[in-house]
């Protein structure tokens, strides 16, 4: 029996859990649904809490909710959640292991390998970071690979007839789009494009100044509580949503604050058209993505045979029609835009373990790794500093290329070496991602000849090796994660914080079953819903009891028969009716708590 390795989406928004069983890509339910939102949270009582769980509390308890943390692998931040700091890799981690845990109950066994995908256009501090969140978790990540290339493979997993297609990849927080080649059931990225922060987060933004923009028209300046932003947040995500399907949405939110001791609500419809002008610069700007794709793989819009779309954004309707209109295509969309990356990350671990799959995966690298030389200026007879790519943009991974270089003053006995990563000739306008010195040089006249070697692993990390030819002196990095990356004591203390938090969860939190992700989408069952609405039912009762003592009579007696309506409910499963008290409550707190 071959090992088990997951694969797993790890979304701004949403994340998800696949293995492969019996050639086929398996979805893996958590509470009756495949996917496990990307929140975290700690509940009043410090218990953690994750998904939906930590979803329906960020309306309520924004302070103690995390969300959208992609957006800051890499970048060194920290995020406060209840009153501590985290870095995103343990905020991350802590989804990762949400996710081992779902795939061990499930899968009834313990489970130590997975394969994570990541953006396209992640560079190479970003995906170390991700890898970082995934030893925090207790998995070895055998391997990363980027989302448009999952998505092929989830779409193709199977195809042996000749064809080039793209990959439209539109998330919640990152977008990138591929050129894929399939060949005899090789797929090759041929080229990639993208912006890591972009999506649907950008799309919630514009809804929410929108709305903000009427209240102010309306009240004038206004001031908001932390809680009312997070529920304007929500209900912009929810518009979004609604909108993909609807030409109107009406948003509705009740006693966001007090003008002049007078409870304030939104209501407010907003039309398709509107949302999508609001969205237009967006969607304008990631065809510009398109055409830079094409060009990197040296095609033409007539020569894509076929357009995939993946990540839930990618659901609103002005996406399709700017492809029918510039590329004269009609995207597909036959796999949930949710749900195929973790398919296809699923294929790939399934390839891994030794599982019978026909697809050859192979993989690029977004971006030109460079190193600093200096060339002559024949104008000025000066010298410049220059950036001299090793490994190109587009390049199949794993690669290694190796260029010599010459010191430029007799006797020189140390060389500095720098490594870029970006498209520029001009160094200052890449990022530098690492550097280090090559020293005891033999003393030779000036044309010393030093050869620079880059190696890109497929994992998309970069080892540096710098040698003096006429000794084999040589010295050599290994460039991970130079800008953030956790050293092991820092990693032995993020293992034991997310342990520490683990051990709070509660057992709702992970629970389900198997779903094939070929079967046609089935809602959630209604046990899955009664579930959830227990959760935030049994939250927001706790934080009506905390409230008791601090009201008036009058108000506590509200406060008294919400609960109990709430209770009642419960225990006839009477859902329309513990939803409206549910939002009842809610809205007398938030009253309550201004």
Same mark, same amino acid.
């Given at each position: 029996?071959?090992?088990?390795?997951?694969?797993?989406?790890?979304?701004?928004?949403?994340?998800?859990?696949?293995?492969?069983?019996?050639?086929?890509?398996? !979805?893996?339910?958590?509470?009756?649904?495949?996917?496990?939102? #990307?929140?975290?949270?700690?509940?009043?009582?410090?218990?953690?809490? +994750?998904?939906?769980?930590?979803?329906?509390?960020?309306?309520?308890?924004?302070?103690?909710?995390?969300?959208?943390?992609?957006?800051?692998?890499?970048?060194?931040?920290?995020?406060?959640?209840?009153?501590?700091?985290?870095?995103?890799?343990?905020?991350?981690?802590?989804?990762?292991?949400?996710?081992?845990?779902?795939? %061990?109950?499930?899968?009834? /066994?313990? *489970?130590?390998?997975?394969?994570?995908?990541? =953006?396209?256009?992640?560079?190479? @501090?970003?995906? /170390?970071?991700?890898?970082?969140?995934?030893?925090?978790?207790?998995?070895?990540?055998?391997?990363?690979?980027?989302? =448009?290339?999952?998505?092929?493979?989830?779409?193709?997993? $199977?195809?042996?007839?000749?064809?080039?297609?793209?990959?439209?990849?539109?998330?919640?927080?990152?977008?990138?789009?591929?050129?894929?080649?399939?060949? $005899?059931?090789?797929?090759?990225?041929?080229?990639?494009?993208?912006?890591?922060?972009?999506?649907?987060?950008?799309?919630?933004? &514009?809804?929410?100044?929108?709305? !903000?923009?009427?209240?102010?028209?309306?009240?004038?300046?206004?001031?908001?509580?932390?809680?009312?932003?997070?529920?304007?947040?929500?209900?912009?995500?929810?518009? &979004?949503?609604?909108?993909?399907?609807?030409?109107?949405?009406?948003?509705?939110?009740?006693?966001?604050?007090?003008?002049?001791?007078?409870?304030?609500?939104?209501?407010?419809?907003?039309?398709?058209?509107?949302?999508?002008?609001?969205?237009?610069?967006?969607?304008?700007?990631?065809?510009?993505? +398109?055409?830079?794709?094409?060009?990197?793989?040296?095609?033409?819009?007539?020569?894509?045979?076929?357009?995939?779309? +993946?990540?839930?954004?990618?659901?609103?309707?002005?996406?399709?029609?700017?492809?029918?209109?510039?590329?004269?295509?009609?995207?597909?969309?036959?796999?949930?835009?949710?749900?195929?990356?973790?398919?296809?990350?699923?294929?790939?671990?399934?390839?891994?373990?030794?599982? %019978?799959?026909?697809?050859?995966? @192979?993989?690029?690298? =977004?971006?030109?790794?460079?190193?600093?030389?200096? /060339?002559?200026?024949?104008?000025?007879?000066?010298?410049?500093?220059?950036?001299?790519?090793?490994?190109?943009?587009?390049?199949?991974?794993?690669?290694?290329?190796?260029?010599?270089?010459?010191? *430029?003053?007799?006797?020189?006995?140390?060389?500095?070496?720098? @490594?870029?990563?970006?498209?520029?000739?001009?160094?200052?306008?890449?990022?530098?991602?690492?550097?280090?010195?090559?020293?005891?040089? #033999?003393? &030779? =006249?000036?044309?010393?000849?030093?050869?620079?070697?880059?190696?890109?692993?497929?994992?998309?990390? !970069?080892?540096?090796?710098?040698?003096?030819?006429?000794?084999?002196?040589?010295?050599?990095?290994?460039?991970?994660?130079?800008?953030?990356?956790?050293?092991?004591?820092?990693?032995?203390?993020?293992?034991?914080?997310?342990?520490?938090?683990?051990?709070?969860?509660?057992?709702?939190?992970?629970?389900?079953?198997?779903?094939?992700?070929?079967?046609?989408?089935?809602?959630?069952?209604?046990?899955?819903?009664?579930?959830?609405?227990?959760?935030?039912?049994?939250?927001?009762?706790?934080?009506?009891?905390?409230?008791?003592?601090?009201?008036?009579?009058?108000?506590?007696?509200?406060?008294?028969?919400?609960?109990?309506?709430?209770?009642?409910?419960?225990?006839?499963?009477?859902?329309?009716?513990?939803?409206?008290?549910?939002?009842?409550?809610?809205?007398?707190?938030?009253?309550?708590?201004?």
């Amino acid at each position: 029996m071959n090992e088990i390795i997951i694969g797993i989406d790890l979304g701004t928004t949403n994340s998800e859990v696949a293995v492969v069983q019996d050639a086929h890509p398996v !979805l893996l339910k958590n509470q009756n649904s495949v996917i496990l939102p #990307s929140y975290v949270g700690i509940d009043q009582d410090g218990a953690l809490l +994750v998904g939906e769980a930590a979803r329906n509390q960020y309306a309520v308890y924004p302070e103690r909710t995390i969300k959208s943390v992609k957006r800051l692998m890499g970048s060194g931040d920290q995020v406060e959640m209840a009153g501590k700091e985290y870095s995103p890799q343990e905020i991350s981690a802590i989804i990762l292991k949400s996710l081992k845990e779902i795939a %061990e109950k499930q899968l009834k /066994q313990k *489970v130590e390998k997975a394969v994570i995908t990541v =953006p396209a256009y992640f560079s190479d @501090v970003q995906r /170390q970071a991700t890898r970082e969140a995934g030893e925090i978790a207790g998995l070895e990540v055998v391997k990363m690979i980027n989302e =448009p290339t999952a998505a092929a493979l989830a779409y193709e997993g $199977d195809a042996h007839v000749g064809k080039t297609i793209m990959v439209y990849d539109l998330g919640g927080g990152t977008f990138d789009v591929s050129v894929v080649g399939i060949e $005899d059931g090789v797929i090759e990225v041929i080229a990639s494009h993208g912006n890591n922060h972009l999506g649907g987060d950008d799309f919630d933004r &514009k809804i929410v100044e929108h709305l !903000l923009e009427h209240l102010k028209e309306e009240h004038g300046e206004i001031s908001l509580a932390p809680e009312a932003e997070a529920r304007i947040s929500r209900a912009a995500e929810q518009a &979004k949503i609604t909108l993909s399907d609807n030409p109107f949405v009406t948003v509705k939110e009740e006693y966001l604050f007090e003008k002049d001791g007078v409870p304030v609500h939104l209501d407010l419809e907003i039309s398709r058209e509107e949302y999508e002008e609001m969205i237009t610069p967006f969607i304008e700007e990631s065809m510009e993505a +398109v055409h830079i794709a094409l060009k990197g793989a040296n095609l033409t819009a007539s020569d894509i045979e076929e357009v995939l779309l +993946v990540g839930g954004s990618s659901r609103t309707p002005l996406v399709q029609q700017y492809f029918e209109k510039e590329i004269g295509l009609v995207p597909h969309c036959e796999i949930d835009p949710d749900l195929c990356v973790a398919a296809g990350a699923a294929v790939q671990a399934g390839m891994i373990s030794g599982e %019978e799959v026909s697809t050859v995966l @192979v993989d690029i690298t =977004p971006y030109t790794f460079s190193t600093a030389s200096l /060339q002559v200026n024949m104008q000025s007879m000066s010298y410049d500093m220059v950036c001299v790519p090793l490994i190109k943009k587009n390049s199949p991974i794993p690669v290694k290329k190796s260029e010599v270089f010459y010191t *430029v003053h007799d006797n020189q006995e140390k060389v500095q070496i720098e @490594v870029y990563q970006g498209e520029s000739t001009v160094p200052s306008e890449n990022i530098l991602i690492g550097e280090f010195m090559i020293t005891g040089l #033999s003393r &030779k =006249p000036e044309g010393n000849e030093i050869i620079d070697t880059f190696e890109l692993d497929k994992n998309g990390i !970069l080892h540096v090796t710098a040698i003096e030819k006429c000794t084999g002196k040589s010295k050599k990095i290994e460039i991970d994660n130079a800008m953030a990356k956790l050293d092991k004591k820092e990693m032995d203390k993020a293992r034991g914080k997310i342990g520490e938090l683990f051990s709070s969860q509660s057992d709702y939190d992970i629970d389900g079953e198997y779903v094939v992700v070929d079967e046609e989408n089935q809602e959630e069952t209604k046990q899955g819903e009664d579930a959830k609405e227990a959760v935030e039912a049994e939250a927001l009762i706790k934080k009506a009891e905390a409230l008791m003592d601090d009201v008036e009579t009058e108000d506590q007696e509200e406060l008294v028969e919400l609960v109990e309506a709430i209770r009642d409910a419960l225990k006839v499963a009477d859902g329309a009716r513990l939803g409206e008290s549910m939002h009842e409550l809610n809205e007398v707190i938030f009253y309550l708590e201004s």
